[in-house]
């Protein structure tokens, strides 16, 4: 069921703890995940190719302990067909290509397809200009952004990227929701490690987790600094999410947002503001070579002073309990664990959902708990 209230954020199930959900964290291994999966997309209406692209991109999400944008979202998606708001089948299409900028059309269709296919193509203008910006229309939730500058900064680039959202957020100083959180995502590559990844939502913390809360029927912290609609802290996902979401820095986390709100959306052509909703979100990229502003080989010595700095400053001089981590580390580390194990877990709620959505589309979800 997706919310109609004025106050909760369109396309999003509304759902709730039940008495058939499991106590999780319950583990699953990949290997039965990922065909279970494309499976399911497959039996839902998209090609095997386009369904085995989406769920590479949402397990590489889970890999990466940004569970919350993964395979959680399966069930959301499906949903998203049967209504019409997003199609199956739908292609990327090219609208103008010159050397350096690139439009697309992202046809209604999953954010998860239409953005890797987009992505592939911009590494190759890259490749051949040295740098390029990209946009995309009528594209949909990216789910965990970091895969797509990831890929660039994989193929030497670095990456910029920011995509608009459901409408959550509100002007500083009102209470009508105008924005979406509008994330950004930096990547820089390196010599011979993974990428320095700079992911972050505009609030405090992803709005996934706020959900995932909602799901498992427990509260949110207060730190994180949820209004009601009145404008009292509350601890109630539910009330959070239909209240007063705060932007990181206040009024400045607003002035981000709305920047990408007219790269991701106005620039694009796409819809933006008040107007964002599921199959009608932009997304805008910036790959950049290295090497077209200095030599390559010196850009990677320098990287790696940085981070010969930032890692002497965690060693030497760090405060008492706290550990030093480059930008990304924590998620990649997570992501090399899990990726060596093959197992990701997930809450109840997300077991439950995974059961029902397997089960209405016809393909049982039959994946054996690790225990």
Known sequence: MTNTDDHSPRGI?????????PQGPIA?????LRPWGIAAYEAAGMSALDATTVVDNQLWSDLRGVDTHGFQRVSWYINWFRDGSTDPEAQLNIVQE??????ADGNHGLGQLVITRFMDRLIE???QSGMVAGVIRNSNDWGCGANYPYRAAQAGFVCFGTTTSVPNLAPFGSRRKLFGNNPIVWTFPRRDDPPIVLDMAMTPVALG??????????EIPEAWGFLDREGNPTVDPDVAMKGIVPAIGGYKGIGMITASNVLAGILSGSAHSGDVAVGHRGQFFLLMDPGIFRDRDEYYDD??????????????????GQQVYLPGEIEQQTMDRR?????VSYPGSVVRALRKIGDEVGVSF????VT
Do not use: H
């Not at 199930?13 to 959900?21: A, L, T």
């Not at 010159?98 to 439009?103: C, K, R, S």
């Open 339 to 343: 990726t060596l194990d093959g197992v």
């Open 209 to 218: 987790k706020v959900l995932r809360a909602r799901s498992e029927g427990t």
């Open 125 to 127: 203008v890259a490749s």
């Open 13 to 21: 199930p509304d759902d709730r703890p039940s008495g058939d959900q």
């Open 98 to 103: 010159t050397p350096a900028v690139v439009v």
């Open 303 to 320: 990287i790696e002073d940085m981070v010969g700095q930032i890692r002497a400053a965690g060693e030497e001089d760090a405060l008492p």
């Open 28 to 32: 699953f291994r990949l290997e039965q």
């Open 366 to 369: 039959q994946c054996d708990p």
